[in-house]
């Protein structure tokens, strides 16, 4: 363990590698530990975790979330949106990043408002930008730092189109500014590519602006039961000394490393692939059920920009 650790510490190793690691060595150390005999079930379901940490080892197959279950004690809700107008609330969101974006372009109108849903479409046709792949993405006017993130939503599934949820900050605009994430990080809560992940999500932390400083963590990837059928929820605890992730509010996974102080925002995206689909009778649909912020009263920190 101490080798796993020491090389962790020289970024050789990714975390979820590390986590997959040590969860492994600590399953099979109580496996072979004596005590009292264990169920079938136990003995099955140890088997299935040794199985799931070798594979995220050896190959980075996703794992099944297993920590502990999310505790909000002494949080308190300090932004919703349920969705449940005709149209997004643009006193809460902004349009980001319209225009050409990788193989087509992002646009307001790839938003609507549905049955008490956001539902953010990817398709092909002749927009105000050209004929071309058209999708869409939003961000949070306020920016935060410190709090629990979490969305409620059934994720798109389609030919490289990607659903996102994630924050992101000004101090990313340069090496210089993200100081190693502490001015600053793009915190990706989850992101899955539809049909090519599985049934899987995963999460990565960057730093050190989009540049030559650019670094990035895999904090893992995690199965996810029925994803683009079935309304999930993704979390994220931000602290001052670590990030924690939640799948249906339970651990999936944590990072101490370049861990923001400075205002971050929240993004909702169904991303552009680099290479354009040939099929241009996709229509890809991303479900969003809810957004919600809650924060510590002696942490609350928030800033709006007109």
């Known amino acids: 363990m101490s080798d796993w650790i020491y090389r962790a510490r020289l970024k050789i190793i990714p975390p979820n590698k590390i986590a997959a690691a040590q969860k ?21 379901a140890s088997l299935v975790i040794l199985a799931e940490c070798l594979g995220c080892v050896l190959f980075d197959t996703p794992v099944t979330p297993s920590g502990e279950c999310l505790d909000l004690a002494g949080y308190e809700l300090v932004l ?42 990817a398709e092909y046709k002749d927009g105000v930008y050209g004929e071309g792949w058209y999708s869409a993405m939003i961000r949070t006017k306020e920016e935060f730092t410190y709090g629990y993130f979490e969305i409620r939503c059934k994720i ?30 793009e915190i990706d809560i989850f992101e899955s590519k539809g049909a090519a992940e599985n049934n899987s999500v995963y999460s990565t932390v960057h730093a050190g602006g989009y540049g030559d400083g650019l670094t990035s963590r895999t904090v893992g990837r995690y199965k996810v ?19 924690i992730f939640y ?25 552009h692939p680099s290479a354009a689909p040939s099929d241009t009778d996709l229509v890809v649909k991303y479900y969003i059920d809810y957004v919600r912020v809650y924060q510590l009263p002696d942490q609350a920190s928030k800033l709006k920009l007109d």
């Open 156 to 185: 798109g599934d389609g030919d490289g189109f990607w659903s996102a949820f994630w924050l992101n900050s000004r101090g990313m605009e340069s090496a210089e500014a993200s100081d190693g994430g502490k001015g600053g990080a």
């Open 225 to 243: 039961k029925d994803i683009h059928s079935k309304y999930n929820t993704y979390g994220l605890k931000w602290t001052p000394d670590e990030y």
């Open 247 to 271: 799948i249906n509010g339970v651990e999936s996974g944590r990072l101490s490393e370049a861990v923001s102080q400075f205002f971050e925002y929240v993004i909702i995206s169904l991303e």
């Open 80 to 121: 919703s949106d349920e969705f449940e107008g005709d149209r997004l609330d643009t006193d809460i969101w902004s349009y980001r990043a319209n225009g050409p974006r990788r193989c087509g372009f992002n646009l307001g109108d790839q938003n609507s408002v549905e049955n008490g849903k956001l539902v953010m479409t």
């Open 24 to 44: 492994f060595f600590s399953v099979l150390g109580g496996f072979f530990g004596g005590g009292s005999a264990s169920s079938l079930t136990k003995l099955v």
